[in-house]
Nanobody
Framework: QVQLVESGGGLVQPGGSLRLSCAAS????????MGWYRQAPGKERDLVAT???????NYAESVKGRFTVSRANAENTVTLQMNSLKPEDTGVYYC?????????WGNGTLVAVAS
């Protein structure tokens, strides 16, 4: 089992920045993909960004150039730096870990972008 705990959400004005962190514990494999998904009110959970244990990244088109995903393998953490935030970035952000076909999710952290 893997446990994921997110932190760093909050309320921010449009154009502002936030940094989300996810700490993983438990049975962490050396080869995995970690990342962030978000769920806006009334919508499905969608990909934001992922990063493999080898450092390969993937971003949703809507966040390219504004968000940066990174990870520290030694600490089993993944972060999401979010800049130039827009109201449409509002939602609950979930950390996800995928390893050997198993999916693990955190409980989510709320990001609200409003003036």
């Amino acid at each position: 089992q893997v446990q994921l705990v997110e932190s760093g959400g909050g309320l921010v004005q449009p154009g502002g920045s936030l940094r989300l962190s996810c700490a993983a514990s438990g049975s962490i494999r050396s080869i995995n993909i970690m990342g962030w998904y978000r769920q806006a009110p009334g919508k499905e959970r969608d990909l934001v960004a992922t990063i493999s244990s080898g450092g390969f990244t993937n971003y949703a088109e809507s966040v390219k150039g504004r968000f940066t995903v990174s990870r520290a393998n030694a600490e089993n953490t993944v972060t999401l730096q979010m800049n130039s935030l827009k109201p449409e970035d509002t939602g609950v952000y979930y950390c996800k870990d995928v390893q050997y076909g198993a999916n693990y999710w955190g409980n989510g952290t709320l990001v609200a972008v409003a003036s």
